[in-house]
Structures are given as C-alpha cells and as structure tokens.
C-alpha cells in the first residue's frame, strides 16, 4: 500500500511540475505583433495587431530585443536571436 500511495504521491507531483514548466513557457511567447501593410500606392503602413490574427504570407517587423511572435522566414535584415 506504501508503494502505491508514493507512486500516487510522485505522479501528482510530476504533473503539477510540467503544468508549471508549460505555464512559463506560454508566458515567453508575444502576445502582438508589428504588421507592415503595404497600400495601394505603395506605401508603407505599421500596426500592432494580436498575434492569434497573423495570417500566412504577412510581413512582420521584429525589432532588436523583441519577443518573436510566431515561427516563419526571414525576408531581410540579420539579427542574432536567442
């Protein structure tokens, strides 16, 4: 009966552990990004917009410091990112 209820005690343990560790890594993600629109005549325009609302084929600007906000490719600049 000991062994079960450790067993018991180290299997709740181990899930609230990887509840926490997921917890802090959903925090690490952005949560806007910057949107470069590009009208009609040509010019450029920059909003920030949720990032849930990034629809494939969008340009993003990520600035030096900034979180990235989603996977995707790089269209020019260079950066280190961490």
Do not use: H, W
């Amino acid at each position: 009966i000991s062994f079960v209820l450790l067993g018991k005690y180290l299997e709740m343990y181990a899930k609230s552990e990887t509840s926490r560790a997921i917890t802090k890594l959903s925090e690490l993600s952005a949560d806007t990004a910057q949107l470069l629109e590009i009208t009609t005549d040509g010019s450029e325009i920059e909003r920030e917009i949720t990032a849930s609302l990034v629809q494939k084929k969008d340009i993003l600007i990520v600035r030096p410091g900034e979180k990235i906000p989603l996977d995707g490719v790089l269209e020019s600049g260079s950066s280190n990112v961490d």
